[in-house]
């Protein structure tokens, strides 16, 4: 049974930072990408940062060189180290694992909501 549940929202001010975990139960790292989103009321969701099954990672401009994805695999988790916070930032954030082999196939959690502070 896959489920993914994120944790470490709350409450940030600008210029701090907040670590956002994934708990990616029954996901198998070899098979899937992983990768965070955030949302905004009346944007579309945004993908920030991916961490592929081979160990790359990208990452949007709106957060490259303040946030980091990691995967730890003895914990089963995918992190989100969110630095140098901005207001913008605000944002109900999401993890993701996107499948690659057959039946290619997207998992998403609830969602934890992150604001930020002036």
């Known amino acids: 049974q896959v489920q993914l549940v994120e944790s470490g929202g709350g409450l940030g001010q600008a210029g701090g930072s907040l670590r956002l975990s994934c708990s990616a139960s029954g996901i198998n790292f070899a098979f899937n990408n992983m990768a965070w989103y955030r949302q905004v009321p009346g944007k579309k969701r945004e993908l920030l940062a991916t961490?592929?099954?081979?160990?790359?990672?990208n990452y949007a401009d709106s957060v490259k060189g303040r946030f980091t994805i990691s995967r730890d695999s003895s914990r089963h988790t995918v992190s989100l180290q969110m630095n140098s916070l901005r207001p913008e930032d605000t944002a109900v954030y999401y993890c993701n694992a996107h499948r690659i082999v057959t039946p290619i196939k997207d998992y998403w959690g609830q969602g934890t909501q992150v604001t930020v502070s002036l």
């Open positions: 961490f592929t099954r081979r160990g790359r990672t």
